[in-house]
């Protein structure tokens, strides 16, 4: 493993630095202070104004800390857990890293003992969203112990003082037991990663278990069904294995919604990675189950989704709908309608399991094939402006609304930079084709 992952990294480089010629509209990578060309291959549309709106757009909470986890994948791959050996992490100089500088310009810190959840920012009453900062603050402290602190803080709060589902699962509210897919985004990979650093084995373990919990609770079951009445039971039993949005006392949202799979998924496949990749000691003795647990979450998650596609697509548009489960979509406008958000992130989950879990995501898969036509699609048809925003989109803040949004989602945005980053990376493993 040591030996051959230098010898990797010179023919990544090597392969970066021949796909120069395919950038679209890159000032040299050598301008932003990096080694490689964050953007070598063309997706069918402006990435970097994609990437560069998505910087601007986010004004809460999880906004930026997604934000900064898409731009960490996309400028600095080697230290997202999506590189070849991120632990552990080597941060020289964080105000190179593109993303830490963003991250420390958006984090608030409230290291007061009554901070509760909101030690890295205001996360308004959620638990994990504050949390979806935590991966930037474990790196900010490597040179900065005050971040090191405010990280500590943060887990601990989330596995020492959140309320509880009755099986465990981590609230995504402060106030009561509630749990939302959105969480597994927020706090489960930030839990893994700083585990993964701070060699904690059992927190490692949480990280995994807290997958599993949600997953138990959310999952579209017999027991518990899709609520759309246009489906047939026959229709419903298809899309077992999808999450629903909310279950808990304030806000139950019984929907499939597509960013809330979304969010579950891609937060999952972050926790794969961080397990697959931290020091083994951590492991010793649960990685094989751990591995196999998420990957069976994952492909229970994507399996409704590519093979029944007459339900959870939009003919309208081709993505994915915003309710995977209403067949209410763009033309006869319900909350089925066809958008971005949910579909792009879906699509990067694919490509990173394609590297990940190349025995389920084979070159030839169904899964793959899905994932290349959302990512085609995004690039025809109008919905990138030449300001690089992405449209339609779900409502970031109202997933209940029926109109699809089109001035600009934050999270949106960053969805699509994450897609690219996956896209890249698999292009870069010689495993997905760059067309
Ligand atoms: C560490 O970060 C905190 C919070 O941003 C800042 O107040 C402090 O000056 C920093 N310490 C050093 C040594 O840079
Ligand atoms: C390790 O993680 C557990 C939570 O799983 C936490 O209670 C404990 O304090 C952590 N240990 C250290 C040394 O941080
Ligand atoms: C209900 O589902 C049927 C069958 O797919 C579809 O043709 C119809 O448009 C749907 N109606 C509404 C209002 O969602
Ligand atoms: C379809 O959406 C329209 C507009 O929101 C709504 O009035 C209608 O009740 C919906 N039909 C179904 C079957 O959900």
């Not at 230098?6 to 950038?23: G, Q």
């Not at 489906?231 to 806000?251: D, F, M, R």
Request: a negative charge; aromatic letters at 8%.
């Amino acid at each position: 493993m040591s030996m051959s992952a230098p010898s990797t990294r010179l023919i990544l480089s090597f392969i970066a630095i021949l796909s120069v010629s395919y950038s679209v509209t890159g000032a040299p990578a050598t301008k932003r202070g990096i080694q490689h060309d964050p953007f070598p291959f063309f997706p069918g549309f402006d990435i970097q104004a994609v990437a560069d709106l998505s910087e601007q757009l986010p004004s809460h909470s999880w906004e930026y800390g997604f934000a900064s986890e898409a731009i960490l994948e996309i400028y600095n791959p080697e230290l997202s857990v999506y590189g070849s050996n991120p632990f552990p992490p080597l941060v020289i100089d964080p105000s190179s890293v593109k993303a830490l500088a963003y991250a420390q310009s958006k984090i608030q810190l409230n290291l007061s003992p009554n901070a509760g959840a909101n030690v890295l920012i205001d996360g308004d009453g959620a638990t994990g969203d504050p949390a979806s900062l935590g991966l930037s603050a474990t790196l900010l402290g490597l040179s900065n112990s005050t971040y090191t602190k405010a990280a500590e803080l943060t887990m601990g709060y989330l596995v020492g003082s959140a309320p509880r589902w009755s099986n465990g699962a981590i609230s995504h509210r402060a106030d009561v037991a509630e749990l939302w897919s959105d969480h597994i985004y927020m706090a489960p990979p930030f839990l893994a990663y700083y585990a993964a650093v701070t060699l904690n084995s059992t927190l490692l373990r949480e990280a995994v278990h807290q997958c599993s919990l949600y997953r138990d609770v959310l999952v579209a079951s017999a027991s518990n069904p899709s609520v759309n009445a246009n489906l047939t039971n026959a229709e419903k039993a298809e899309l077992n294995g999808l999450w629903h949005h909310i279950i808990g006392p304030q806000s139950t949202d019984l929907g499939l919604w597509s960013t809330g799979n979304g969010w579950a998924a891609g937060g999952i496949t972050r926790v794969l990675a961080t397990v697959m990749k931290a020091p083994v000691v951590l492991t010793l003795g649960w990685k094989d189950e751990a591995v196999s647990t998420l990957k069976a979450i994952l492909k229970e998650i994507l399996d409704p989704l590519v093979s029944y596609q007459e339900i959870t697509v939009d003919p309208f548009n081709g993505f994915l709908r915003n309710y995977l489960d209403d067949r209410n979509g763009t033309e006869t406008g319900g909350h089925g309608f066809g958008e971005i958000s949910g579909s792009s992130m879906l699509a990067a989950v694919v490509y990173r399991l394609a590297v990940l879990a190349p025995e389920i995501v084979t070159p030839s898969s169904p899964y793959l094939a899905f994932a290349e036509s959302i990512r085609t699609t995004i690039g025809s048809g109008n919905h990138v402006s030449a300001d690089g925003l992405v449209a339609p989109t779900a409502d970031p803040l109202c997933w209940q609304c029926t109109v699809p949004f089109t001035s600009g989602s934050p999270e949106g945005q960053s969805f699509v930079v994450a897609m690219y980053a996956g896209w890249r990376d698999c292009v870069l493993a010689g495993i997905c084709p760059n067309n």
